[in-house]
């Protein structure tokens, strides 16, 4: 064990928890999001049925990830957290409030109304915080003496709203596309109208950060474009209009399950691409992989932790999705 690259190891770990997490919990933020354009009543109960036997287990990747980032890069985390503190406090707020919501609209119907703002504002607070976080580490934070030394606003910038923007529409999409597998009649065609003008919007803000993202650093830039990884690289965006024209394709042709697939092909080819840019650092052009890790002894000791507990989470994950496949109707499970 000792010849194994433990910090690799853990990074790859980590980079699973976190697209998990975007996989899982996008959806179900998109369809936060969308909630004010569903018709209450039939459309938004069957939305929120969708989601109701899932979402809260969905969130246990957020929970795997950041405590990992803790566990095994506590330097990484130590700099990352203060940079981004607003961020990450939006975030959780977002995510408590849309929690207390999805369970108080169902038990106090006399203020729905309410509820449903308040499960649209916390989707849509926490979609655009994760968006902005992703931003703000990719434009790089200011460190010093292996310490966060920038201000309590450094975040803010006009990437990473564009990237805020960016995770709250494809967020949007997979919500859009979820419903059209989940449901049926008026509320699926609904949401494969606005997955449509989702798809649209989506693949313009994928194109806007990826045309930024190689001006923030010149190491980006040698990165994608350089020869001769750009014959690699050139894969990517290749991929990008493959998935893309799959996607509107299978929505013109009234695809069920494909649009889905396409959305999350896209989340995935983001994900690759924030790889290639960032690759081996942790906080770019400060600290890599191997400069944040945790001791040996302890990252091996929470690898063996991690064997027997990632494939338990897999395994009630894909039990609880087995059992409440198909179709939703309008009446709550509650």
């Known amino acids: 064990m000792s010849n194994i690259d433990l910090g690799t190891a853990w990074a790859a770990i980590l980079c699973f928890a976190v697209f998990a997490y975007v996989v899982m919990d996008g959806f179900d933020l998109g369809i936060g999001i969308l909630f004010p354009g569903l018709s209450p009543g039939t459309e938004r109960d069957q939305a929120i049925n969708s989601i109701a036997p899932v979402w809260d287990g969905n969130e246990t990747w957020l929970v795997l990830g950041g405590g990992g980032l803790f566990a095994v890069f506590p330097l990484a985390y130590s700099i990352i957290l203060p940079a981004t503190y607003p961020l990450i406090i939006a975030m959780l707020l977002g995510l408590i409030f849309r929690g207390v ?165 896209l989340f995935l080819l983001g994900f690759i691409g924030l790889g290639i840019s960032m ?28 064997v027997f507990i990632i494939p338990l989470i897999l395994a009630y994950t894909a039990w609880s999705y087995w059992v409440f496949r198909g179709k939703v109707g309008t009446e709550g499970y509650h």
Not at 221 to 227: A, E, I, L, V
Not at 256 to 265: I, N, Q, S, T
Request: glycine fraction near 8%; charge should be positive.
């Open 279 to 306: 690759y081996p650092y942790l906080v770019p052009r400060s600290i890599t992989i191997w400069d944040a890790a945790a001791p040996h002894d302890s990252q091996l000791f929470l690898l063996v932790g991690s």
């Open 101 to 265: 919501a999805f369970e108080f609209r169902w038990r106090d119907p006399r203020h729905r109304p309410l509820w449903d703002l308040v499960f649209t504002l916390g989707s849509t607070v926490a979609a655009v915080s994760q968006g902005i976080t992703l931003g703000a580490i990719l434009q790089g934070i200011d460190v010093a003496n292996n310490a966060y030394a920038g201000g309590w606003l450094d975040w803010l910038s006009p990437f990473s709203l564009l990237t805020g923007i960016a995770v709250a529409v494809g967020y949007s999409l997979l919500g859009a596309t979820w419903l059209i597998m989940k449901t049926e009649g008026s509320g699926q065609r609904h949401a494969r109208r606005m997955a449509l003008r989702l798809g649209f919007g989506t693949v313009i803000a994928l194109a806007l950060v990826s045309a930024a993202t190689p001006f923030l650093n010149n190491v980006y830039w040698r990165r994608w474009f350089d020869m001769p990884q750009v014959l690699l690289t050139a894969q990517v965006p290749l991929l990008v209009t493959i998935c893309t024209l799959v996607f509107f394709w299978s929505l013109k042709r009234g695809g069920e399950k494909l649009p889905f697939l396409m959305a999350l092909a």
